[in-house]
């Protein structure tokens, strides 16, 4: 079945530095890929839809000057944490859409902000 | 097994035994819905899906029924293995390129 490939899977940073996600669709182009943050035994919370050439749409309350979304291609989307503090620290997850299949998971990336 | 909502996290049953898991979601006009395991530290894994014209749906050990009346969504496993242990979701869309929502989660634990 479809992957989708989410790197890396743990990350430490030091507070003040950026952290960049990636989310690849390896066996289908995904028209459209979403970014979901999820704090321990909490639910996940969708903070952006990104689009392949357009601009992503986040979600009310996501800042987005700190989290950066690149869709430059229908296989590759990138989140990138800028100035990261203490409180960024989370488990952030993609997942990759194609009309008419469901929607696919990557494995989450846990951020450590330190 | 016994059924849970929202309101009760952890649903925990004998191994071998069938599980329900009840989700209540938010949109009449939903018209696609999904429920996920996830295990811990990792990213949610696709079980089984049903979309709006449709009451019930049967996979391998699952079965997923949906109540429109009520917006009442539920996650049956049949003879619960250990391996069944995990958060699950149910998560609804509405319309082909809308985005999921994701409903709070129930901790399913499986006694051996």
């Known amino acids: 079945g479809a992957v989708v490939s989410q790197h890396p899977s743990r990350v430490i940073c030091k507070s003040g530095t950026s952290v960049k996600i990636e989310c690849r669709s390896l066996?289908?182009?995904?028209?459209?890929m979403f970014w979901y943050r999820q704090f321990p035994k909490q639910s996940l919370m969708l903070m952006a839809t990104?689009?392949?050439?357009?601009?992503?749409?986040?979600e009310q309350g996501v800042e987005k000057d700190k989290f950066l979304i690149n869709h430059a291609s229908l296989t590759l989307s990138t989140l990138t944490v800028t100035s990261a503090h203490p409180e960024d620290s989370s488990f952030y997850i993609c997942?990759?859409?194609?009309?008419?299949?469901?929607?696919?998971f990557g494995q989450g990336t846990r951020l450590t902000v330190v | 097994g016994e059924s849970v909502g929202l309101h009760l996290p952890t649903l925990s049953v004998q191994e071998g035994d069938n599980s329900i898991i009840n989700c209540a979601y938010s949109?009449?006009?939903?018209?696609?819905f999904i429920w996920y395991k996830q295990e811990s530290g990792k990213g949610p894994q696709f079980i089984i899906d049903?979309?709006?014209?449709?009451d019930k749906r049967q996979g391998q050990r699952v079965t997923v029924l949906l109540n429109k009346t009520v917006k009442h969504l539920s996650l049956q496993i049949a003879a619960t293995q250990p391996g069944d242990s995990a958060v699950y979701f149910c998560?609804?869309?509405?319309?082909?390129?809308?985005?999921?929502?994701f409903g709070k989660g129930i901790t399913l634990s499986v006694r051996p």
């Open positions: 998560a609804e869309r509405t319309g082909a390129n809308s985005k999921l929502t």
């Open positions: 066996d289908f182009q995904a028209t459209t």
């Open positions: 997942s990759a859409y194609f009309p008419g299949l469901e929607a696919f």
């Open positions: 949109n009449s006009a939903s018209d696609y």
């Open positions: 049903i979309r709006s014209n449709m």
């Open positions: 990104s689009n392949e050439g357009s601009k992503a749409t986040y």
